[in-house]
């Protein structure tokens, strides 16, 4: 089962939007195939999640896309540039945060921040002020508290906001994201979340997710790309990707004491009908589609069964 639209990945994004625009990318490592045709694009403003189960190609293709790697074939644009050719101007765009990072221990928080964002000076323009102001930086990743204090001496969460600092400090026009919130409690999750809102909405920042926290990618991102198998599995909202697999949602309602069920292609018409037949009798109404996890393994599952 592909769900990639008619067209292909990322053609509904207009040419001129393109902050990534990837086609029939491909890797080889000598005689395995580990990308086979990849294709998609991200828009500015756009929070895209890369999910898929181990093995299946994320990690080369974030690679590739930061310009680390060198792919087998195919074309990669990164904001207007090919990856395996970007500068350093075209490096001081892009922020990277990554799943861990434990160098500079003896640094303190404020001097360490201050250090990294006087490389991103140079690369400033009439639109885009590099770098961000520590103190700016600080209250908005949640360390105003901790800025005097040495890296070594954070607790995890704190360790991990400050790694987040350190992917924004340049005001990035495009930021890599690897299992951003791990190691986050609940409280600071749901601020993280906030930032991204804010970076997205305010600074129209571009951001590429992947994570293994299929609640976090439904919450946060635009799109959900989906690899398996070196190739794209599903494209697509979280919903569109929940409608395609299971088609019909699942509505629940109470009407003079009794409990209903009924499942229907299209839910909205449905409950419509339903108040107009019964208005203010319908209590407790409930619609239900899968959600991105149900979505995801059967997609896995279908893929692993050989299913396409």
């Known amino acids: 089962m592909t769900l990639t639209g008619e067209l292909g990945a990322g053609t509904d994004v207009p040419a001129g939007e393109r902050v990534i625009d990837v086609h029939d990318l491909q890797m080889r490592y000598g005689t395995k195939d580990v990308l086979r045709g990849v ?14 189960p181990n093995g299946a190609g994320k990690t080369t293709t974030i690679e590739i896309l930061e310009g680390f790697r060198m792919r087998s074939a195919g074309e990669v644009r990164v904001l207007d540039t090919d990856p395996a050719t970007g500068g350093e101007h075209w490096r001081a765009r892009i922020g990277v945060v990554l799943q861990s990072w434990r160098d500079h221990g003896k640094w303190r928080v404020r001097e360490l921040l ?26 908005t ?8 204090q040495r890296v070594m001496r954070l607790s995890g969460g704190q360790r991990r906001r400050l790694d987040v600092a350190i992917g924004i400090v340049g005001r990035p026009e495009l ?17 993280f979340h906030d930032l991204v809102h ?25 799109r959900i790309v989906i690899l398996g198998g070196g190739r794209i599995i599903a494209d ?32 909205t018409r449905f ?13 407790d109404l409930e619609v239900r589609r899968n959600s991105l996890e149900d979505t995801y393994m059967k997609l896995v599952r279908d893929l692993e069964g050989g299913a396409r």
């Open 39 to 52: 294709s998609f694009a991200a828009r500015r403003g756009e929070v895209v999640a890369l999910l898929g």
């Open 114 to 139: 201050g250090h990294l964002g006087r490389y991103y000076a140079p690369y400033a323009t009439a639109t885009i002020s590099r770098p961000w102001p520590v103190d700016d930086l600080l209250a």
């Open 141 to 148: 990743v949640g360390l105003t508290e901790h800025a005097d």
């Open 175 to 191: 930021l890599f994201l690897d299992e951003p919130t791990v190691g986050f409690d609940p409280a600071a999750r749901r601020e």
């Open 198 to 222: 804010r970076l997205t909405d305010v600074d129209d920042t571009t951001i590429l997710l992947t994570t293994h926290d299929l609640d976090e990618a439904e919450k946060l991102a635009d």
């Open 236 to 267: 697509g909202s979280a919903d569109e990707l929940s409608r395609r697999v299971a088609g019909e949602a699942e509505i629940r309602w109470t009407r003079d004491g009794q409990r209903f069920v009924h499942s229907a292609a299209d839910a």
């Open 271 to 283: 409950v419509r009908e339903l108040f107009r037949q019964y208005g203010d009798d319908i209590d």
